[in-house]
C-alpha cells in the first residue's frame, strides 16, 4: 500500500520557520512527482510546491523565494522548508504523489489531482 505521512505542523509567529516532513511507503518514491498542496478551512486545496524525479522543482507564486522542496531518496522522505511565513501560510498542508511526471503548473493549480494523498499536517501562522 503507498502510505504518505506527514509531520511538522504547528504554530509559528509570522517571519517564523517551519520544516515538513513526508514520510513515504509501499513505491519507489524516486520513480514518482511529489508535491505539497494545502487548504485553508474555506477555501479550495491549492498547489504549494512539486518536485519531480529528475530534481526539478515548481513553486506557487505566493509562495515563490520563501519555501523549498525537496527529497532524501535514501530516506524516501519529502520536505517542504518554509521560510518567512506570512499568516495568508495558514493552512492544512497535504503530501501528495503520482506516478505520471509532474505537469507544467501544477504547483499553481486548484483542486488538482493527484493518486495518492497523506492526511495533512496543519500549519497556523499568528499576526
Known amino acids: 500500500q503507498v502510505q504518505l505521512v506527514e509531520s511538522g505542523g504547528g504554530s509559528v509567529q509570522a517571519g517564523g520557520s517551519l520544516r515538513l516532513s513526508c514520510a513515504a511507503s509501499?513505491?519507489?518514491?524516486?520513480?514518482?512527482?511529489m508535491g505539497w498542496f494545502r487548504q485553508a478551512p474555506t477555501k479550495e486545496r491549492e498547489g504549494v510546491a512539486t518536485?519531480?524525479?529528475?530534481?526539478?522543482?515548481e513553486y506557487a507564486d505566493s509562495v515563490k523565494g520563501r519555501f523549498t522542496i525537496s527529497q532524501d531518496h535514501a530516506k524516501n522522505t519529502l520536505y517542504l522548508q518554509m521560510n518567512s511565513l506570512k499568516p495568508e501560510d495558514t493552512a492544512t498542508y497535504y503530501c501528495?504523489?503520482?506516478?505520471?511526471?509532474?505537469?507544467?503548473?501544477?504547483?499553481?493549480?486548484?483542486?488538482?489531482?493527484?493518486?495518492?494523498w497523506g492526511k495533512g499536517t496543519l500549519v497556523t501562522i499568528s499576526s
Open positions: 501528495a504523489a503520482d506516478p505520471l511526471p509532474c505537469s507544467k503548473g501544477m504547483a499553481n493549480s486548484v483542486n488538482y489531482g493527484m493518486d495518492y
Open positions: 509501499g513505491y519507489t518514491f524516486s520513480s514518482y512527482c
Open positions: 518536485i519531480d524525479t529528475d530534481g526539478s522543482t
